[in-house]
């Protein structure tokens, strides 16, 4: 698989997932994990290195197929946050984004500038037309990045995810992409 770079800024860039990446994920996800555990199911399954490196495995494998993209957002070259597209409907050229950033690196503009550069990438390409963030209600800065980034809300899905023992509604965003 040849790497697949998205430029955003003189400091940031967008990689696609690599097994030489994994360590540096894998490092990162800890440090967040307490973070992450409040936002994200996955987070408390993370274990070793070899897990994450499973992961990453398979994220290239569907990467390569076209069924999700992830990227990793690096910052003057270190690796910072995740994003990604969930799943991809080719048919309907349609895509649902994930992501998150380092707790030490948000609020910056980091997550926007990153994101704006990865839809505008996917829509130049033809691949992608409709995007779609969903986020718990209750996750505030995921809701913030949706509206900052010109998203519309579309509706609420009443107690659609289960997390931490509970399930959460959760809110659909989207934005139709032209050139």
Known sequence: MTSEIIPVSQHIELRSVEERYTADLHNLVVKNRAFLQTAFDWAQHVGSEEDTRRNVQ???MLHQRGYAKMFLIFKDDALVGVLSFNTIEP?????YIGYWLDEDHQGQGILSRSLQAFM???VVRGEVRRFVIKCRVANLQSNNVAVRNGFTLEGCL???EYLNGRFDDVNIYGKIATL
């Open 120 to 122: 505008r990438y996917y």
């Open 58 to 60: 398979s994220n290239q």
């Open 158 to 160: 009443r107690e659609a």
């Open 91 to 95: 048919t309907n050229k349609a895509a």
